[in-house]
């Protein structure tokens, strides 16, 4: 039994006094002990595969910040990563991957399917290790990219404001779009599914890249391979967080292949709300930025985001915490949640 199962009884739509409260990259460079592992590390990538750095990094938030969950410390880029296309991290660049994947061989050449987890052994024992220091004292999220946003990196070979590469090949050639969206889709089902086997008690999806697309591309090269994915979980709640994908809030408001929505921080709750329905799950949307603020202020915008939302609802930020943010201001963002009732 999770002894604080806030989490899992929002997602559950059970009755509850308060939100539960976590954040995105809550495990990250916010917190002093972090700092110190990313040290010894001497890489993000090197850190990302010590199961015993991992753990230590996922537990920090739960004892420092008093959030309601954890969330493993990990990396959507494993999945390229044990399909064939290796990468590094670059110091304030971000990914850049040593080949692309632009040609119908590139394609062919990709590792795919059910070896995958074998290819990632350091993210299971990592999850097996942090579960023994959580000893279930809050719920354990496990999460992976959506297709589309690790189509975009394999095809655009880096981070990039536009991915017009990635664009190009949806638009030029479709066919080899659609055979690459499903090799990723069936690696990480099977990624996914032995993340839950190794005891994660939430998925989360990210379609971090979902506002590059419009609705009809979306609706095409996006959302169906997602929905492959979140329909083939079926063990423990899902969470799926499609950044910037307003557009698509009717086709998600009928779906029921998630448990919950992840809200950006641009789109207004209300609007949220009114497309999904008061009795869907949402999660979000705190812009970050909000956190740099006065604590007097951020208790306001805290307790407004939170009546917006109503109930139905995980507090958290429309993204992730942004690295030089204030942790007593994290903290005060945290208290906010908790302290507040519902009505």
């Not at 991957?97 to 290819?119: A, H, M, T, Y």
């Not at 969470?239 to 207004?268: A, E, M, N, Q, R």
């Amino acid at each position: 039994m999770i002894q604080n199962d806030l989490l899992l009884k929002t997602l559950a739509g059970d009755t509850v006094e308060r939100p539960p409260v976590w954040m995105m990259r809550q495990a990250g460079r916010i917190l002093p002990n972090y700092r110190k592992i990313r040290a010894k590390a001497g890489s993000f990538k090197n850190l990302v595969t010590q199961p015993d750095w991992i753990a230590e990094a996922t537990v920090e938030p739960v004892d420092v910040l008093g959030v309601d969950a954890a969330i493993i410390f990990s990396d959507i880029l494993v999945i390229p990563e044990a399909m064939g296309l290796d990468y590094e991290i670059i110091e304030k660049k971000g990914p850049l991957f040593n080949d692309k994947i632009r040609s119908q061989r590139d394609i062919d050449q990709l590792i795919e399917g059910d070896v995958i987890p074998s290819r990632l052994p350091y993210v299971f024992e990592s999850i097996k290790r942090t579960k023994t220091i959580l000893n279930d004292r809050v719920p354990l999220i496990g999460f992976a990219g959506a297709p589309w946003t690790i189509f975009a990196y394999m095809v655009e070979g880096s981070g990039s404001k536009t991915f017009s590469e990635a664009k190009k090949m949806i638009y030029k050639e479709p066919h080899l779009a659609h055979q690459l969206l499903s090799k990723i889709t069936s690696s990480t089902i099977f990624y996914l599914k032995e993340k839950i086997a190794s005891g994660v008690n939430v998925i989360k999806l990210f379609d971090s890249w979902s506002g590059l697309l419009n609705s009809e591309i979306y609706n095409e090269f996006a959302w169906p391979y997602a929905e492959r994915i979140l329909t083939a979980i079926d063990e423990v709640p899902t969470i799926f967080f499609p950044k910037g994908g307003w557009f698509s809030y009717d086709k998600f408001g009928s779906s029921d292949v998630f448990d919950c929505l992840g809200v950006g921080w641009s789109t207004d709750p209300k609007f949220a709300r009114q497309k999904m329905g008061s009795n869907r799950i949402l999660q979000g949307n705190l812009d970050p930025c909000r956190l740099y603020d006065s604590k007097q202020n951020i208790e306001v915008a805290t307790s407004k985001m939170l009546d917006s939302f109503g109930r139905n609802h995980i507090a958290n930020l429309g993204h992730g915490v942004y690295p030089d943010t204030s942790v007593e201001n994290v903290k005060c963002f945290i208290d906010s949640v908790k302290s507040y009732r519902y009505k």
